[in-house]
């Protein structure tokens, strides 16, 4: 017996990084798991890896959430949990951002997310079981970085917004909880572009950088932030709605 035995869970951006590390850990507790993603070419190869179904996901798009949610309940029959973790992030401090770049973190970090909730809620409601929504923010959303204008503001508004959809789901007597998780520097294809941006330094080095940021000294794994996920879609945090749960080795608080 698993702790998500019965639980369907769509998780987006699941074709690499957190997603498919997520995907992982709530299939192995016992949930039938559907691996979301917009990267046609790589999300197969990673469904077929986990033994999980999938479908094509464009988070930005209210049309493309509506097959994703409809596919899903049709071939599974429920679906009781969300994990909006399809995301970007591009450097620019509030000089250098541009437009574009603006618009594209606001469009897949926080449209996305609304549309996913949104979209999503009649089927969450129907469950039959107790459902959950984890949606993926970031230690920035807690403790801002100038160098990250766009991103920072989105996934602060995530968060406003995941609170905002916890209270209307609890005082109108829906069973969905809705929690955010707040990773710092994880090693995940993201920060992989990250430590090769800047020519004049190794990877090395550049992953040290990151480290400094985390009082723990180190980087992340993306399979400690898939534990998060699950406690907060599992039963077990049943309690629990509205919460931030910082998986950062204490980097919001830093110094």
């Not at 097959?67 to 450097?91: C, D, K, M, Q, W």
């Not at 069973?175 to 520097?185: C, D, F, K, L, S």
């Amino acid at each position: 017996m698993g702790v998500m035995d019965g639980h369907v869970a769509l998780v987006t951006g699941a074709a690499g990084g957190i997603g498919e590390a997520a995907a992982a850990r709530l299939k192995a507790a016992g949930a039938v798991v559907v691996l979301a993603d917009i990267d046609a070419e790589r999300l197969p190869a990673t469904a077929a890896r986990l033994g999980a179904d999938h479908v094509l996901l464009d988070v930005t798009s209210r049309a493309a959430w509506e097959r994703a949610v409809a596919e899903t309940v049709a071939r599974h029959g429920r679906l009781s949990v969300l994990v909006n973790n399809a995301g970007i992030s591009e450097p620019g401090d509030i000089e250098t951002v541009t437009d574009d770049s603006w618009s594209r973190h606001l469009a897949v970090n926080l449209t996305g997310v609304m549309l996913g909730m949104q979209v999503a809620a009649p089927v969450l409601r129907a469950a039959g079981i107790p459902a959950a929504i984890v949606n993926v923010a970031s230690m920035l959303s807690l403790r801002p970085g100038a160098p990250f204008a766009a991103y920072c503001a989105a996934k602060a508004g995530m968060v406003a917004l995941s609170q905002s959809a916890a209270l209307h789901f609890a005082r109108t007597g829906a069973q969905v909880r809705v929690n955010t998780v707040h990773p710092g520097a994880v090693l995940t294809p993201m920060l992989e572009r990250y430590t090769t941006m800047n020519p004049d330094i190794s990877r090395e080095e550049a992953l040290a950088a990151f480290a400094a940021n985390h009082p723990m000294g180190r980087v992340g794994e993306a399979s400690e932030v898939a534990e998060a996920i699950l406690w907060l879609a599992s039963p077990l945090s049943s309690f629990t709605t509205g919460a931030m749960l910082p998986v950062d080795g204490a980097g919001h608080i830093r110094d």
